[in-house]
Every structure is written in C-alpha cells, then in structure tokens.
C-alpha cells in the first residue's frame, strides 16, 4: 500500500514557526518541518507489513516508513481522533497525527529509548519528546550532559540538533492511556530492531526510560545478536549493565508523575546521562 488516506477531513492550521498551513493529520509529503516521507512512502497495513518493510531499508527510508505506517487499528484512530479533536491550549495549531520515528545522529553512540509519544507532545509536533513536560526534562538533560545544541525541543523547526545521541520510542503511535497492548508492542517491534541493527556499529550505550523501554531495549538487542544475561536483568533507576559492548543504563522515566512528585529529580537525570555522556566519549557542557 502506498496510497496515505486517513479518511478524516480538518482545518487547514498554520505551523507555530514556518506559517505554512496543514490539516491534521498531516499527509506525507506536504511540506511539514523534517518529514521524510512522500505520498508514494510504502504504507504497512498490518504486523507482517510492518516486518517487510522495516527489512533492508535505510536509515531515511525507515524513518519514513515508520511515519506513515498504519498497522493497528486502535492505534491509528486514536492518534487521528486526537490529532482532530486537539486539546484546547493547542486548537490553533495542526497536530502531525502520525507515527513519531527517531531523531537525532545517524551514526549514533548513545541510543535513547522510551516508551511512545505523547499525544498531545510527539503527536502533535512530529518529533519524539517535544511539545510535552516529558520532553522539556529530556532534552535539558541531553543539553547539559553535550548531545543537544539547545536545552529546549518546542516544535520540528526550531533548531536543535542532536549529536553522538539518537531518541526513539518503543511504540510509534501514541497509545489510549499511555499503554499499549501486547500485539501492538509486538507489531511496531521491526521498526526498532531495524533502527538498533542500523546504529550497532556506532552504539556504545543506552539509556532506557522506564521499564518498558527497558524490556524493548533488551528485546531489540538481543534480536540484532548480542548476548543478554541470564536471567534477564531488571529495571532500575541507575543500574547498568553489559550487553556484550553496550552498556545499558536504566533511568526512570522523565513522565509528569515522576517529576512532580520526585521520584525522579534533575540531578537523578542529570546523574544518567552524565555518566552515558562518560561512556561514550562526549565531554558535555561546562557550567
């Protein structure tokens, strides 16, 4: 399937840096800040598609499949309703309403995991971690510790860059309730494996976000060949382990829930990819 139609017909809003006018959901190929995909990007329709498709592509060409890939259902229509619907604070701008694919350094060596956009951040933006609280103590952090060129990620055309550092989701859509089902885990799983097989030569490191993202992690190594302890090591906020020659570092996830009632702090932050930045060679920023 190579034809993008989401069947739902909105307002044609501006882009809060560019001007330039979308609907929402955003077609492929239509002029949006960094979306690699065009109206003829393959299209998965199902769990099968999606492992074809991720196979044997480049680092381009699976960003851009996995922005318009429409293999879950409830996913799809949910990212699509809210995408539509809008949350008040943001009804004058157009949400991306599409699957959120990784960004950052193609030749990575620090990978950064976490567990599927926000609906009204990733979402609505286009890009993993921005537009939410989440996002704003992420990338702050990746800032301090040298992998980002600015401490915010507000929009896809502000700027920021990021370098030696990668930051993608397990699930690509976000889920109902921040939680998606089993096979829908299962079903985007070839879109990460296929961006860790892409980046193992360069990779040194990763910090997984959270327990899910943790267990991806581990998955989306082992599937690429490297040899995961046993038993199978747990989440922990700080802990490290060896994955042959990545280390893995756990961090608790940067979510409004941790940061408000401080589970996690910024120093907590700051600790992890202080030491990820340690791991990978990158000097960080000096303050």
């Known amino acids: 399937m190579t034809a993008f139609d989401t069947g739902l017909v909105s307002e044609q809003l501006a882009h809060p840096s560019s001007g330039e006018r979308f609907p929402s959901p955003v077609p492929p190929g239509t002029g949006w800040p960094g979306d690699l995909a ?4 393959p299209v998965a329709t199902d769990a099968p598609a999606v492992a074809t498709l991720a196979a ?3 680092l381009p060409e699976l960003t851009a499949r996995s922005s318009v ?3 879950c259902p409830r996913l799809v ?3 699509e309703e809210v995408a539509v619907i809008k949350r008040r604070s943001f009804a004058g701008q157009p949400y991306w309403g599409r699957p959120v694919p990784g ?3 193609g030749a990575p060596r620090l990978l950064v995991v976490g567990l599927a956009p926000a609906a009204h951040g990733g979402n609505r933006t286009g890009r993993i971690f921005t537009g939410d609280r989440s996002g704003d103590w992420l990338f702050a952090a990746l800032y301090r510790a040298g992998f980002a060129s600015q401490p915010e990620s507000l929009h896809a055309a502000d700027g920021l860059r990021v370098s030696a550092a990668r930051v993608v989701a397990a699930v690509r859509c976000a889920p109902p309730g921040n939680a998606p089902a089993p096979a829908e885990r299962d079903a985007c799983s070839p879109w ?3 961006e860790v097989q892409l980046t193992l030569s360069s990779l040194r490191a990763v910090v997984a976000l959270g327990s899910y993202a943790w ?3 581990l998955r989306a190594l082992s599937r690429n060949g490297l040899g995961v302890p046993s038993p199978r090591p747990r989440f922990g906020h700080g802990t490290e382990v060896s994955v042959e020659r990545v280390r893995l570092l756990g961090c608790y996830h940067p979510s409004q829930q941790n940061t408000f009632t401080g589970k996690l702090t910024e120093a907590m932050l700051d600790e992890v990819f202080q030491r990820a930045a340690e791991l990978v060679s ?3 920023r000096a303050t």
């Open 38 to 41: 065009t109206y003829t990007t």
């Open 56 to 58: 044997g592509t480049d």
């Open 69 to 71: 890939c429409r293999a």
């Open 77 to 79: 229509a949910w990212r």
């Open 103 to 105: 960004f950052g350094d």
């Open 192 to 194: 990460l494996d296929r």
């Open 215 to 217: 267990a991806a992690a």
């Open 282 to 284: 990158v000097p960080g």
